[in-house]
């Protein structure tokens, strides 16, 4: 039987390890615990780390938890790690953002709106897992629909899709 | 001309558009069409005198300009669509597609913030495998007790007690010429090669074996299979030969 | 510059994000301190993480210091990266007690049994640990003999292969 204490200690090692964002009811199936208690001691043991003089931090992405360094420290994890694969360029960005609000979406929908072709973005963003094939439109031709993936929430750092920015008509200034 | 500044860097011409727009702090709602016409297609030319390709949406979007900058000329009545309709306006299709893709271009902003942010954090790399080894692996006969292994020897056992008799009352009958078809249609199936052994059943009669290597000699005189081995005393491999000999039918 | 808090925070992210144990020289050159500086430091980060209730732990390994979770915890870890542990077929299990009942048995003879093959059930089973080689028959082509394992009498938790529960309807051989 765990202790109090042991059971933060195990969701800590379980956060460690995971090489993906976990849930809760993932944590709870490995520990033998209700969600809600999981709940608690993770936002506990998240309250511990995240607001306290470490260098690491639980972060909440992608529908699930992960631990990660604290961003404050990236200089120096740089020079130790393979560096990350580069950020993605304005287009692609921008067809991200257009197939992560209007999802499903064909690629005729996309070029209407950025006004250009977009096949080799997608072919970008399809190559890094951003987005996927989530179907086809029951229109005549039946065009691939577009969606993004969970690595897409978890490359912006998203627990979830309502955690999306708003999109404002007026510049964001 | 002021306007060579980054061409390339628009990325489609409603890019363009908006930039000549936010520049000017311009009404979107409201845009003097003839003045940003005349803007647009001057950076259209700046781009041809520095012999950049122009992409064909950046021409489209020009004489789109154009149309409604015709339109806008006409006196109003005649725009002015069938009795009971509000005359349109004939901007107002550009500029709802200036307003949609605005709010994806100002978004953006945040994104990239966002994107970056993710940038400067790293995941611990894991070693499931390492962690592993170091672990007893797990115990395959969890559910499994010494009764249930005798059951199922005895299972075994009995299954292999019934059919044998009645495979010896058969009388085979091959011939080469059906176990030519047989070793033609099973390569078909097998373009990466067989072994002889794989062309018999597990256990089968002399006579079969005699036969089935008979055809696969006849075969090979057709020249309908090929046969490798790569190294001496390796396997041999028997495929489908694709490239010749397939004209000639098979007569037994 | 770093205080002196962010400094332990900057060798915990390091730890963290390292693929391999780094040395306290390598830890040095990233932070652009001295080793002595560095190993105070570590100390002091390695008692924080081995003295209290966490479930990680700072190990000195192969001439470097590495972050691993602490071994009491590697059942949790192990159900992680071990979602369901594969049970064996219905083929494996029925090869297995064949094996288990007339060892040393060869490959043809399993079969003749079986009426199938059974080479990717042996490998299997060779794989899993569950049966070896233990000599070759002195007939024409000198066949490998198989039987079964220690760790088969463990798992089934018996002391020898007499406790196997007799076939008293044995067929005569």
């Known amino acids: 039987m765990l202790f109090a204490d042991n059971l933060k200690a195990t969701i800590e090692c379980i956060l460690f390890a995971a090489p993906e964002p976990i849930t809760v009811k993932e944590m709870a199936a490995i520990m033998e615990l209700h969600v809600e208690e999981v709940e608690e001691l993770l936002a506990e043991l998240t309250h511990d780390y995240n607001d306290t003089a470490r260098g690491l931090q639980i972060q909440a992405v992608a529908g699930g938890y992960k631990m990660t360094t604290k961003p404050a420290f990236a200089p120096y994890v740089e020079k130790l790690c393979r560096p990350k694969s580069n950020p993605l360029s ?3 960005l921008e067809t991200l953002a257009i197939i992560a ?7 005729a929908e996309i070029e209407a709106i950025r006004g250009v072709k977009v096949d080799h973005l997608l072919t970008n963003l399809l190559e890094r897992n951003l987005i996927q094939e989530v179907g086809r439109k029951e229109t005549p031709g039946r065009p691939i629909l577009y969606g993004t993936t969970k690595e897409f929430l978890e490359y912006l750092g998203l ?14 200034e | 001309m002021s306007y060579k500044i980054k061409l390339d860097g628009f990325e489609g011409p409603l890019d363009l558009l908006l930039h000549l727009i936010e520049k000017q702090e311009l009404d979107i709602n409201d845009i003097p069409i003839a003045q940003i016409t ?11 005198q520095l012999d950049l390709s122009i992409a064909s949406e950046f021409l489209v979007m020009g004489a789109t300009l154009l149309s409604i900058k015709a339109k806008m000329l006409l006196p109003r009545p005649s725009i002015q669509a069938e009795e009971g309709e509000e005359p349109v306006d004939p901007r107002e299709e550009l500029i709802v597609k200036l307003l949609e893709y605005q709010k994806y271009k100002n978004v953006v902003k945040e994104l990239k913030e966002k994107e970056l942010a993710q940038h400067q954090v790293f995941n611990h790399p894991f070693n499931f495998n390492g962690f592993l080894a170091d672990l007893k692996p797990p115990n395959p006969l969890n559910n499994v007790s010494p ?13 292999a007690a019934v059919p044998e008799p009645i495979h010896e009352i058969t009388q085979e009958t091959v011939t080469v010429g059906t176990q030519m078809d047989y070793i033609l249609e099973t390569l078909y199936h097998n373009p990466d090669g067989l072994e002889f052994s794989h062309l018999l059943p597990d256990r089968t009669s002399t006579t079969r074996i005699v036969v089935t290597f008979l055809a696969l000699l006849e075969l090979l005189r057709l020249s309908r299979i090929e046969v490798y081995q790569q190294t001496s005393f390796g396997r041999i491999l028997i495929f489908l030969n694709n490239a010749g000999g397939g004209q000639e039918n098979v007569v037994c």
């Open chain 1, 90 to 92: 304005k287009p692609a």
């Open chain 2, 147 to 159: 009764w249930d292994l005798l059951a199922v020897y005895k299972q075994a056992l009995e299954a």
């Open chain 2, 38 to 48: 005349e803007q647009y297609l001057a950076y259209l030319q700046a781009m041809e």
């Open chain 1, 159 to 172: 627990y979830s899709l309502k955690d999306l920015p708003p999109l404002e008509t007026s510049p964001a």
């Open chain 1, 101 to 107: 609000y209007r999802q499903p979406v064909t690629r």
